[in-house]
Structures are given as C-alpha cells and as structure tokens.
C-alpha cells in the first residue's frame, strides 16, 4: 500500500490517513491555490513506525526520494543541489488538530555547500546563514533532542560581544560563527558531527515527527480532548518559502471571520520580512491584516479572494496560515476556525443568509454545549484573575460575593441586600434558603450530580463543587488553600464554567441573547423529534423553562418545597409523629402549601405537561445531623438551665438515631416511604389534583402527571395506581370537573429496567432518573464517585468519561434500551423520558433520540442546549 501522498493526490476528507493539515493541503493544492509543492506519509506509517518497534516500513525513504523527484520539478530547485537547492519543511499533522503539541522543522537541506548555494541564489548572505542557524537549532532541539537553552546561550553570547539587541542586527559573519559554536556544540554532545547529508536529515526528521506522536504534551493533549492515542500523526514534507528575505516578503495567520464576535470581515496579523516563528516569539508586534492593504496592495486582494474562496470552498469559517516570498503568495494551511458561542452563532446564521449553507448545516456548526456561555453572566475576558483554586465547573456563570458559611446567615446577609457566596464543604437540602439567597455556591466536597450542583443549575445558579484545595473550619469560620486563608466576609468570585475559584471580586457581563441566537434554535425546533422538558420545581423555574423553550416539565422534586422555613416544623412535626392521627395533623397543614406550590407551576404551564415526582429523598434529610443535635444536648445537659428544651432535642436525638442509616441512598427512600407512610403519598396526590381542579374551574388546561419514584415492581405501582385513582375521583366530585391525569414511574433502578414490561401494565409513562440509574447500575456512589476514585478511573481509561456527565451508553444505556422495547411491548406508544442529569448533555441526548425516547427533561438552562443537541441527532 502506499506510504506517501502527493499533495495533489490526497483530498479534505482524507483527514484520517493523511492528518487534518496534510488533507487540506491536498484540497487547497487542487482546487489550484498557490500551495509550494509537497507530500504527505500517511498515519499508517506512524502507526506502523510503533508497530515495528520504532522503526520504517522498509521502502518508505525509496518511496520518500521519488515523490521528491516531483517537488524537485515543481520548485525548479535540487535538494542537496550545491547551486540551487531545495529546502523543505517537515511538519506534523494529526487527524485532530493539536497546536502546539508536536514538532516541526524548518529549512531542512542545508549544510555547508547548500548554504553557499543559497546565499549566492538569493544574493543574501545574511538570509542563508540565518536560515541556517534556525535549522540547526530546531534540529538539534526536536531530533537529537539537545536542551535549546544550550543554542539561545551561544545566540545571546554572540549578540552581546556584537553589542546589538535583536537576532535582526547580527551580520552574516557573526552568523557564521554563531553556526560553528552551534556545531562545535552538537560535535560535543553528540560525539558526531551535525550530519551534513540532507537525505539523513529528512530522514531522522521524519522519525522524529513520529516519535513526538507520543512527547509527554501531545499525551496529555490527547487526554484533555479526548483524542485517541492510537491515531498516529503523518508527516507533511513541504517545499520552503521565505518570508524573510527582505521587505517584500512576510507571513502571517488569519481568519476569514472574526472568531469571537463572527463578524464577517478578515481577521488576523502578519509581519513583514518574518519567519512563522517570529511571530510566535513576541518580539515584534505583528500589523492587522488590515494593513497589508496598504503595503503589499496587489498580495491583499488576492489573499482576500482566496480567503472567501476557501471559505466557500469548506462552507466554513477558516483559520488561515501564508506566506508571501517576493511578493507572491504562498497558502501554508486551512482549518475550520475555532470560535466563541457567540460567533459560533453569528456565522451559522450569517452564512445561511449568504446562501452559503443549509439551515442544517447551520445547525450542525453551533456546538450545543457552547450555547451556556451564552445564557449566564459571564466573566469580562479582558481582566486579569487571581485565581486561587479550581473545582468542577457545575454550573455556569459567574458570580462575586462576600464568603459566607452557613445557610441561616446567607440568607440574612442576602435579605439585607447583600451579596454572598455560600462556601460549604456540601449542600444539603436545608440549605436551600442560602443557596437561595446567596450569588453563587462554592463546595469542597461533591461531583457534577451532588446537590449543589444540581440544585445550583436548576437555578441557573453558578456553582463550583468538590474543590478539594480548599479546607473549611467552620469554627473559626474560615477556609484555606495552601497558605492563603479566606475569612467569613472576605470578597471572592467563582467561574462555574471554568471551575476556578479567585480572590476579589470580578467584572461581569450580562447575557444578550441575539436574534441569531433564537433564529437557529427555532431552525431546530423544527427538525428535532424528541420532546424537550424541564425540571422545575417553583414557578418561577417554570416560567424561565417556557422563557428557553421547554414544552413541559419533565420532573417537579416535590422535596424541595418541603424545606422552606414555614414548612420544615410541619414536616419534621410529621416525621417525628408516633400515632397516624398526628401524622395526619401535620399534613394537614402541609396539604395547602403544597396545594399552592403545584397551583403556581400547573397555571405557569398552561396546556403543557406537568410532571409530579412525589416525595424521594430519605427523611433524616429534613431533621437536624446527629452531629448537630449532640452538641445541643450536651450543652443544655452542662448548663442544665432548660430542661424542658432538652427533653425534646433528647426525643429529636433518639428519632434521628432510629433513622439513621448506613446507606441512605439505598435505604428507606423513594417510594418505599409511601409504601411506609401512604398518607404522605397521599397528602401530595391530593395537593396535585386540588390544584388541578381549581385551574379547571379557573378555564386553565391541566395535564397532571403523578409520578412515583424509586420503583422496583409492578405491585409498587398497583399499591399507588389505586390510591391516584381513587383520590382523583373524590377531587373531581369534590370540585364538579374533570381532567385527564397519569400515572407513571421513574426508573432509576436495574430491577425496574429489567421488569419494565410488567411495570408497564400499570405504568402510564416511564422517566428514566439516570442520577439513581447510574449510581446503581455501576455501584459508584453518585456524591463521593467523583471527588475519590473517579478521577482515577477516568486517568487509567478504565472508564472513558465520567458516567454521571455523559450517559453510559455501554451499560446503563444497555437497561434503558431494554426498559424502552420491554415498556412498550405491554404498551404501545408508552410515554418515555429521562430526567437525570444526562437530560441536557449533548451526546446523552444523542442516545435518547437514538433509542427514541419521547422526550428529555434538563434544568431550564439547559434547554437550549438540549433542543439544539435534539436537532443536531435528528440531522
Ligand atoms: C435521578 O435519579 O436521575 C433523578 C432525576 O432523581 P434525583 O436526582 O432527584 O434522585
Ligand atoms: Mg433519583
């Protein structure tokens, strides 16, 4: 097979075998841009180099000599050829763009008679030894691997007997010496001459590109992005051209758009009389490209032609790369430009304007998780951080507040009109009066699915969680990181899209959302078949989810409402009930209050579907920690001053010492407290249908959907199915109406994915809860995973990603597609959605589309990137 490509033999969509750099050379090369003749060895022969052991395929350098033969003819110039030579540059270029991250050499092919060559063949002395000078010290760095500060010594050293500044000053003849220093060097450490032959050269080069496959920056790389290890680069051997062989020369990068804004004018810089790397070095400050306008007119208007070209050419913004010697220029490399969310936006919508693309295609630009940048108030880019630590990004947006440590106080603070970051090492659901009222939530313990971070997105809240640096003392009301302390009232900010925590507060910008911005989701609403949903629990979650675009809600936690301060004694008043008639009496005081929550939400979403979970977490939740409640008792017993007050936390003790658990997660939960307590079941179930019934009576459009969690067999279901049934019959005789209401269950467990038929016989609709689904089907705690082992897994690629982010296909995703086909074998056109986290990631949305879920349900912020990822899997 064949090793080496000619750029006019390879095309753009072979990024795989030839990189993405040598592919669009390719392209570029034959829809007839000036591109300086070249080849191309595949990644194939990189992967087969590390297959061999490090070594060639046997004919490469055969097959590597006769492609030269063509450039030779094409450049009109002999590599080696003491007169005329040919000098080439070897580059890296993976199918996955890395910047930065591999080597590359320039001015390969000279030596002592091709440097005479070319000095005389440009008239240019000065030029031919400083060509020669980069090319052994670039060599000598990524092939022998010699320490550059060894070269950038000798630079200095000569620079400072010259007396001058700048590598520019130096004459040819200090250059000269500068290359004998530089060879003298190489003989030293090498125990060999600089090799001298320009086959060997390209040789070693070649090897030294694969070998950097595999350089420590490039493996880390790989990691971050998620690129696959076993791709192999290829080598892009190309023809030099100069820009730096006088006035008339320069090199530059540009964009045919403007990456951050996506304004449609040209974007970029250049340098005149430069080499690539100069301005990269920051030495000199390279002009707009809109310059080059004035200095080099004609090259202007042809890099500018080419630019819209490419640009049509790709149906993509590009990111540029040219050179011009003497006046002509020369394109070195394309790429589809990176971008921010809001020029990502701009560009699809302008370029469909323009006729240039497909509303589809347009679609498919935007990457949907990109669009968060684009909701929530965002750091000013322009400013400087003092950043302290970095936890995970939870949930986007920035926020600035004095540090504050405990619920009860960032709710005063918060009262009083001021702004606080509550800092906890976790949240709990008594917090949510702090979380509340405070900017933003800063945790040093917990994952993307803890209850800070889910409570905090669901508010469209910024959060950082499990910022493992930091250490809390609540006594002394501080926290550290390293040697830095933070006290209770010190002025802090945290980026939740970053995860970095800073000193001080910081500038922040508000969210526009442009007409762009609404026109491409609307493009997607139109394609898209899953349905997309919100977890809301008030009605103002509600309000903000149709403000995003939510045609339901796809989970409502009823638990949340029970933490409010006017309801918490009720419900701890019913949890510590000894006899059914008190329990009875606390919930009838609870009763209207839920009554009023599920009122707000029901009307919010007039004619849209309203999902009701009822009661889910374990009720220790709702009393105080043992902790807490040991501390009191032994303080009123010391003082012995109330008798009465301790005699109930002593009651409040042994209730909270009976609940107690091990394994709350696993325990007494979810239905199983209805099963325990139906008449906190059916407390909610009332609240739901009254609320129901009223808005009827009011002329509103209900869809009422009671949901119960935690269910692992159908008689669950039947024990509640019968008490829905009976209830709604008593409210609607109550209130003279009637509405439609289901029934349904979450799954969040494998018995209830494995048992989905049968569930299904009763079920109305099924919600898949994959927070619970995730944590029981690996066995992986979903508040400790992240913060102990996960990381550790995710290192060791035992585990691709982390599961509570991105769905896993392999094995949760396995049960889901079993519950889907088991669920609607008994019931045809069974309602499905999923309500977990995985509900607004983009990939997790993917699958649900793929497995033809009805619909997913994401925190309101998230709806807009749910609907553009549901599109984006219909396209
Ligand atoms: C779930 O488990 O995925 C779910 C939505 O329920 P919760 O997160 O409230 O446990
Ligand atoms: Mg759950």
Not at 60 to 84: C, H, S, T
Request: hydrophobic share 40%; with cysteine; proline share 5%.
């Amino acid at each position: 097979s064949k090793n080496v490509y000619l750029f006019h033999e390879g095309r753009a969509d072979m990024k795989a075998l030839l990189g993405g750099k040598g592919a669009n050379l390719a392209e570029m090369t034959n829809i007839g841009l000036p591109v300086p003749p070249g080849m191309t060895i595949t990644t194939e022969v990189c992967k087969e180099y590390y297959r061999l052991g490090r070594k060639f395929p046997a004919n490469l350098m055969q097959e590597v000599k006769e492609k030269l033969l063509y450039i030779e003819e094409k450049a009109g110039k002999k590599f080696g050829d003491p007169e005329n030579p040919l000098l080439v540059s070897v580059r890296s270029g993976a199918m996955f763009s890395m910047p930065g991250m591999m080597d590359t050499i320039l001015n390969l092919g000279l030596n002592e008679q091709t440097v005479s060559g070319l000095a005389k063949a440009t008239d240019n002395p000065r030029f031919a030894y400083d060509a020669y000078r980069r090319f052994i010290q670039m060599f000598s760095d990524v092939v022998l691997e010699i320490p550059k500060h060894e070269f950038e010594y000798i630079l200095a050293r000569q620079k400072e007997e010259q007396g001058v500044s700048y590598d520019q000053q130096l004459s040819a003849e200090s250059l000269r010496q500068i290359i004998n220093d530089y060879k003298d060097l190489v003989q030293e450490k090498e125990d060999r001459p600089f090799p001298e032959d320009p086959m060997e050269q390209l040789t070693m080069a070649i090897e030294a590109v694969f070998r950097s496959w595999n350089n420590d920056r490039a493996i880390i790389y790989r990691n971050l992005h998620k690129i696959s290890h076993d791709l192999g680069t290829a080598v892009n051997v190309q023809s030099m051209v100069f820009g730096n062989m006088g006035n008339d020369c320069g090199t530059g990068v540009a964009f045919t758009r403007n990456p951050s804004t996506g304004e449609n004018i040209l974007y970029g810089e250049y340098l005149t009389n430069a080499q690539g790397e100069d301005v990269v070095a920051g030495i000199r400050t390279p002009q707009p490209i809109a310059k080059l306008q004035g200095e080099m007119p004609a090259v202007f208007e042809q890099f500018k032609k080419t630019a819209y070209l490419l640009e049509r050419h790709y149906r993509n913004m590009q990111d540029l790369e040219f050179t011009i010697e003497r006046s002509k220029l020369y394109m070195l490399q394309t790429r589809n430009g990176k971008r921010t969310a809001q020029a990502a936006v701009k560009v699809a919508y302008d370029m469909v304007q323009e006729g240039l693309i497909s509303k589809e295609e347009a679609l498919m630009m935007v990457e949907p998780g990109q669009l968060d940048q684009l909701l929530h108030r965002q750091i000013d880019a322009k400013v400087e951080l003092n950043v302290l630590a970095k936890g995970l990004p939870a949930s986007p947006g920035a926020a600035s507040g004095s540090v504050v440590f405990d619920a009860d106080e960032a709710e005063r603070l918060g009262k009083a009109g001021q702004k606080v970051l509550l800092v906890r090492t976790e949240t709990t659901p008594d917090d949510i009066h702090g979380i509340i009222a405070a900017q933003g939530i800063l945790t040093s313990r917990g994952g993307m699915t803890s209850h800070a971070a889910v409570v905090a997105r669901g508010m469209g809240k910024p959060c950082v969680c499990g910022c493992e640096a930091m250490k809390i003392d609540y006594d002394r009301k501080i926290f550290a990181v390293g040697n830095t302390i933070v006290n209770e009232g010190d002025l802090i900010s945290i980026d939740g899209a970053t995860g970095r925590v800073i000193l001080g507060s910081v500038t922040l910008k508000d969210p526009e959302l442009s007409k762009e911005y609404l026109t491409i989701l609307e493009w997607g609403d139109q394609v898209k078949r899953l349905g997309i949903r919100a977890n809301a629990d008030t009605p103002e979650d509600a309000r903000k989810a149709r403000e995003f675009g939510a045609e339901g809600i796809g989970l409502t936690r009823t638990e949340h409402m029970f933490m409010g301060q006017d309801r918490l004694p009720y419900v701890q008043k019913m949890i510590l009930a000894e006899t059914l008639e008190d329990r009875q009496e606390a919930l009838s005081h609870l009763l209207p209050m839920q009554e009023g929550d599920f009122y707000g939400i029901l009307k919010e979403m007039q004619g849209y579907p309203v999902c009701i979970r009822l009661l889910d977490p374990p009720l220790h939740e709702f009393l105080p920690s043992l902790e807490e409640l040991l501390v009191e008792t032994t303080e009123l017993k010391i003082t012995r001053n109330d008798p009465a007050r301790l005699e109930e936390k002593e009651m409040l003790l042994k209730k909270v010492r009976s609940l107690h658990e091990f394994n709350p997660m696993l325990g007494h939960r979810g239905c199983r407290l209805g099963i325990t307590f139906p008449e906190v079941y059916e407390m909610q179930i009332r609240a739901i249908f009254n609320a129901s019934a009223r808005l009827v009576k009011e002329g509103c459009k209900v869809l009422p959907e009671v949901e119960i969690p935690l269910t692992i067999d159908i008689s669950e279901m039947k024990f509640f199915k019968e008490r829905i049934d009976i209830i709604a019959k008593e409210v609607m005789a109550e209130y003279g109406v009637s509405f439609h209401y289901v029934s349904g269950t979450m799954i969040e467990l494998p018995r209830a994915a494995l048992l989905a038929d049968e569930l299904a016989e009763v079920a109305e609709f099924f919600s898949f809860g994959t927070n619970d689904l995730t944590q029981t089907t690996l066995g992986f705690s979903r508040d400790d995973a992240e913060g102990k082992f996960l990381t550790h897994y995710l290192e060791a690629k035992i585990l691709k990603e982390n599961p509570f982010i991105t769905l896993d296909r392999k094995g949760v995703g396995k049960l889901m597609k079993q519950a889907v086909e088991g669920g609607r074998k008994t019931r045809p056109g069974l309602l499905i959605g999923i309500c977990g986290e995985h509900g607004g990631e983009p990939s997790s949305v993917e699958f649900c589309h793929m497995i033809s879920l009805d619909f997913v349900s994401c925190s309101p912020y998230r709806v807009p990137i749910a609907r553009l990822a549901a599109a984006q899997a219909a396209i």
